[in-house]
Each structure stands twice: as C-alpha cells, then as structure tokens.
T-cell receptor
Framework: AQSVTQLGSHVSVSEGALVLLRCNYS??????LFWYVQYPNQGLQLLLK??????LVKGINGFEAEFKKSETSFHLTKPSAHMSDAAEYFC????????????FGKGTRLHILP | ETGVTQSPTHLIKTRGQQVTLRCSSQ?????VSWYQQALGQGPQFIFQ???????GRGNFPPRFSGLQFPNYSSELNVNALELDDSALYLC????????????????FGQGTRLTVV
C-alpha cells in the first residue's frame, strides 16, 4: 500500500526566506510523486510531478522538489517565500503511471510572515 | 483554469437525504476520479470511472455511487446522508490509454462544498 507523511501541519516562514515543506512516502512500486497547492475555497493545482526521470523536479511559481529514494523523501522547496505562497500544500503518491488514483497526505498549511 | 467544472459549488442537505454532484470533464478525457476532502484533511479517493465503468474504489460505503456518461461527464450520488459526509468533493479528469495508463495528468475541478445538517 502507498502512503505519504507530511511533517508539520503548519509551517511559518518570513517573506523572502527559504520555504521547506517535508514529505516522506511509502510505496511498494516505483512511485509517481506530486505536490499540489490549494488556495482557500479552491480546488487543487498541480505544482510539480516526479515521474522517474530527473530527480530534481522544477514546478510552477518557483517551487522545486527533489526525489531521494534512499530517504524515501520528496521535499518541496522555494528559495524565497512570497506572500502569495500562503496556502495549503499536499504531497501525494500514485502507483506508477496512474496519477488518477492519488493518495494524498494530510497537508501542510504554509503561513508567510511579513 | 483546468477545464473541469463542478456543480453546484455549495450545497446544504439534511441528514438522511440524497444528493447528486456533477462534474464536467476536460474535453477528450475518458477517466474521472472523485475525492472527498474533509475539513483540515487531504483528499481521499472515493472511486474512479473509465469509459463509463467503475475502475477502482476507495474505502467508502456503497451509499456512495457514481455514473459516467458517454460524453464523459459524471455524477457522484450519496444516499442516506450523514453529518460526517460534510466535506469538499473534488473530481479530477484525465486521459487513459487502452492499457489504462495515464497519457497526461489529472486536472481537478474547484469542488462542491457539501454541508449536511
């Protein structure tokens, strides 16, 4: 069975500081891994996706994530936080080339401090 | 803008009632998945339809059912509503090939916020 664990339900960073959202996964097959963002009262928007190609994945809005098989991690980073980054972030995993049956983590609320 | 639309956006129902939520998939997508997102939680997979047939189900009781139509729009039906069914319901459309492997990615709608009182 596949699962993801997001470390920290709330993360606060100052505007301009590094954003680091942590995610560890469990999968019995090579996983596809995702980060989604959800703004208040909105649906999910895909930030980036790992599909077994390059281990460093660049996404939208300056975010990137690195797949580390040895650590079973897929942490999300952004060098400099912006106020507009305040949102809920979900790490997710799927079984191979099936990103339509996605298992989501519980989410991390990112707060940006002025 | 994902090309996936859900209706209605908000809905209030009474415990015991039945509800139908609708999803219009992105053009050409043959697969739709439904998710339930309770307040403060991540989305949970309910079920998926591929070319009008159920193609996988999560840990939800039979009173959660669905339909997918020839134009690939879909419905989620919930019978005998319970208070715990209050949640944001999300649909995601995608394109799967003959082997049902993904040939793109899933696009999510904005969701329907269901409140059961």
């Amino acid at each position: 069975a596949q699962s993801v664990t997001q470390l920290g339900s709330h993360v606060s960073v100052s505007e301009g500081a590094l954003v680091l959202l942590r995610c560890n996964y469990s999968s019995s097959v090579p996983p596809y891994l995702f980060w989604y963002v959800q703004y208040p009262n909105q649906g999910l928007q895909l930030l980036l996706k790992y599909t077994s190609a390059a281990t460093l994945v660049k996404g939208i809005n300056g975010f990137e994530a690195e797949f580390k098989k040895s650590e079973t991690s897929f942490h999300l980073t952004k060098p400099s936080a912006h106020m507009s980054d305040a949102a809920e972030y979900f790490c997710a995993v799927s079984e191979g080339n099936r990103d339509d049956k996605i298992i989501f983590g519980k989410g991390t609320r990112l707060h940006i401090l002025p | 803008e994902t090309g996936v639309t859900q209706s209605p956006t908000h809905l209030i129902k009474t415990r015991g009632q039945q509800v139908t939520l609708r999803c219009s998939s992105q053009s050409g997508h043959n697969t739709v998945s439904w998710y339930q997102q309770a307040l403060g939680q991540g989305p949970q997979f309910i079920f998926q339809y591929y070319r009008e047939e159920e193609n996988g189900r999560g840990n939800f009781p039979p009173r959660f059912s669905g339909l997918q139509f020839p134009n690939y729009s879909s419905e989620l039906n919930v019978n005998a509503l319970e208070l715990d069914d209050s949640a944001l319901y999300l649909c995601a459309s995608s394109l799967a090939g003959k082997s049902r492997t993904l040939e793109g990615r899933a696009f999510f709608g904005q969701g329907t916020r269901l409140t059961v009182v």
